[in-house]
C-alpha cells in the first residue's frame, strides 16, 4: 500500500548531461520511498529555457529507467507551473507578506557595489518594504517581506539542526519584473501541490532550503522535512565532474556496466550499512535509511566501481549474463543477431568469462578470438610456442579433431586427447597448451584451453591447428 506519509520527489534541471554522481541524489529519494512504501516523484525544473535540453531530459529519463528507479506519477514539469506559481505571489502580496519592489538594475548594482566596499554582505535594504506600491504598470518585482526578528531552523535528518538568524537572510525575489518565478518560489510552490513529505538534496543546497523555508512558512505550507547530503568528490578531493572521468549513466552502460552494480556503488557513497559491499535492489529497499547516511563528503573511485561491476556480474546467473552480453553485444554492433542465436553458446561464453572480467565490455575482449578468423600470431610468441617438438603433437590434436568432426566432445574428452598425445610425444601440458592456444586465439591469454575449444567448435578448432602447422613451418631457425 502506497503511504502518503512519504511522497519524494528528484528534481534535475536538465541544463548539462548529468554525470554517474548525480543520480545519487535520485536514488537516495529512490530507496526512502520504496523502503517506506511511499511515492517516488519525478519534476523536470525546466524553466531555464536558455539552458534547459531536451537531450538532457532524455538521458536523465533513459538513466533512471534503466537504473530501474521507476517513478510514480506523470512527471511534473515546472515550466507548465509558471501561472500557478503567479497565484501563490499574488496571495502573498494581497496579504501582505510581500511587495512590490521597483528599484532599478541600476540601483541594486550601485547598493551592492557600496555594500562590498564597505565589506557587508551584500542584501537588499529594504527600500520598497514599508512602500505599498500598487500595480500601476511600473515595471516591479515580487519581493518576501522576510521577518526581521527570531531565526530560521531546520532539523536535517543527516546534517543535524541548522539554524540561521532572520536577520541574515535576505528579502528575497519570488517574481521577477518580467513575470518568471524565482527558482526557489517555484519549487516551494510545486513540492506543495505534488504533497512532498522529504525533500532530499545536495548540500550545495543548503542556502537555497533556508530560504525556501521562509517561503514556505510565508505561505502557510506545511514544512517538509528537509535532508542534504553530503558533496561527491574527484580523487583530488575536488567537486565531482566530467574533469574526473566521471561519465553519464548511459555511458557506463556501454562500457558494459551492470545497472544493479551502479546503484550498488552509488548507494555506498553516503550510505552504510555496517562493512557491507556489496548489495542488491531488494536489501537497498530494504535497508536504506536517513539516519545511516554520512556526514562527509564521499570520494568517487571508479575502481571500486569497477570491482563492484565485476562481483554483480559473478552474482547474476548464466543464463542472465548470458542475455545481459547478448544486448550489449547487440546494442554496441560488436555481434550480429546471427552470431547470438545459439542460447547454449552464449551461456557458454558466459560461463567461461564470468570469474575474470569485470565489465561486459571485457567478456567480449575475451572471446573475440572467436570472431577472428584470421590473424598474425606475434612474433616472438610463436617462435617461442611452435617449436617443431611441439607441433607434431598439435598435429596429432589436429588428426584427433577430425577424426571426430561434427561430434560434440566433452571437456573429459578433449583432456583425455591431450594425455595421450603428451604421453606419446613427451611434452609437458605447458608447452603443450601454449601452443594450442595461440594456435586457436592468436593470442597466448585466453579462458581456459577446452573452453576454447568448446566455443570454437571442432571444425574451427581444426581448421586453425592446420593452418598453425603451415605457419611453423614458415618459421626460420638457426
Ligand atoms: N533542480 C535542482 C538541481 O538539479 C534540484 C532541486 C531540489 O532538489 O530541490 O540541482
Redesign the pocket.
Known amino acids: 500500500m502506497a503511504s502518503d506519509s512519504f511522497r519524494v520527489r528528484f528534481?534535475?534541471?536538465p541544463t548539462g548531461n548529468p554525470h554517474v554522481g548525480n543520480f545519487r541524489?535520485a536514488l537516495y529519494n529512490y530507496l526512502l520511498a520504496r523502503h517506506n512504501g511511499g511515492q517516488f516523484l519525478l519534476r523536470i525544473?525546466d524553466t531555464d529555457k536558455e539552458r534547459s535540453k531536451k537531450e538532457y531530459e532524455t538521458a536523465i529519463l533513459d538513466s533512471l529507467r534503466w537504473m530501474g528507479m521507476e517513478w510514480d506519477e506523470e512527471p511534473v514539469y515546472q515550466s507548465q507551473r509558471i501561472e500557478r506559481h503567479k497565484e501563490e505571489a499574488l496571495r502573498l502580496l494581497d496579504a501582505g507578506l510581500a511587495y512590490r519592489c521597483r528599484c532599478t538594475p541600476e540601483r541594486l548594482d550601485a547598493l551592492r557595489q557600496e555594500q562590498q566596499d564597505a565589506g557587508k554582505t551584500a542584501m537588499y535594504d529594504g527600500c520598497c518594504r514599508d512602500a505599498g506600491h500598487a500595480d500601476d504598470g511600473t515595471p516591479y518585482c515580487v519581493r518576501l517581506k522576510t521577518p526581521q526578528d527570531g531565526c530560521t531552523k531546520i532539523n536535517d535528518p543527516i546534517r543535524g539542526d541548522v539554524e540561521i538568524s532572520n536577520r541574515e537572510i535576505d528579502d528575497i525575489i519570488l517574481v521577477r519584473s518580467d513575470g518568471t518565478p524565482i527558482y526557489n518560489f517555484a519549487?516551494v510552490v510545486d513540492d506543495h501541490d505534488m504533497k512532498i513529505t522529504h525533500?532530499i538534496?545536495?548540500d550545495d543546497?543548503l542556502n537555497?532550503t533556508i530560504k525556501q523555508v521562509q517561503i514556505y512558512q510565508s505561505l502557510g505550507y506545511d514544512l517538509p522535512i528537509f535532508a542534504h547530503l553530503p558533496q561527491i568528490l574527484g580523487q583530488d578531493k575536488a567537486r565531482l565532474s566530467k574533469r574526473h572521468g566521471a561519465t553519464g549513466v548511459m555511458e557506463y552502460r556501454e562500457q558494459g556496466y551492470l545497472p544493479e552494480a551502479i546503484m550498488n556503488y552509488l548507494a555506498r557513497l553516503g550510505w552504510g550499512h555496517g562493512d557491507q559491499e556489496l548489495f542488491s535492489k531488494q536489501e537497498l529497499v530494504e535497508l536504506f535509511s536517513l539516519d545511516a547516511c554520512n556526514k562527509s563528503a564521499a570520494v568517487f573511485d571508479p575502481q571500486k566501481l569497477e570491482w563492484i561491476n565485476g562481483e554483480h556480474i559473478k552474482l547474476l546467473p548464466v543464463e542472465e549474463l548470458g542475455r545481459r552480453f547478448v544486448e550489449f553485444a547487440l546494442a554496441k554492433g560488436i555481434l550480429t543477431r546471427d552470431q547470438c542465436q545459439d542460447v547454449e553458446f552464449v551461456n557458454q561464453i558466459a560461463s567461461c568469462t564470468r570469474e575474470r572480467v569485470r565489465t561486459l565490455d571485457e567478456i567480449y575482449e575475451k572471446i573475440a578470438f572467436v570472431y577472428q578468423d584470421e590473424y598474425v600470431y606475434p612474433e616472438k610468441e610463436s617462435r617461442k610456442a611452435f617449436k617443431p617438438e611441439v607441433m607434431t603433437a598439435v598435429a596429432d590434436l589436429s588428426s584427433f579433431t577430425a577424426d571426430h568432426s561434427g561430434e560434440t566432445l566433452s571437456h573429459e574428452d578433449w583432456e583425455n586427447a591431450f594425455k595421450e598425445i603428451m604421453e606419446k610425444r613427451d611434452i609437458k601440458m605447458r608447452l603443450f597448451a601454449q601452443a594450442v592456444r595461440l594456435a586457436l586465439t592468436g593470442s597466448n591469454v585466453s579462458p581456459p584451453i577446452f573452453d576454447v575449444i568448446g566455443l570454437l567448435g571442432n571444425e574451427k578448432v581444426a581448421q586453425r591447428l592446420n593452418d598453425a602447422i603451415e605457419f611453423a613451418k614458415t618459421i626460420e631457425r638457426d
Open positions: 528534481a534535475p534541471s541524489t525544473e519549487v525533500v538534496r545536495g543546497h537555497n
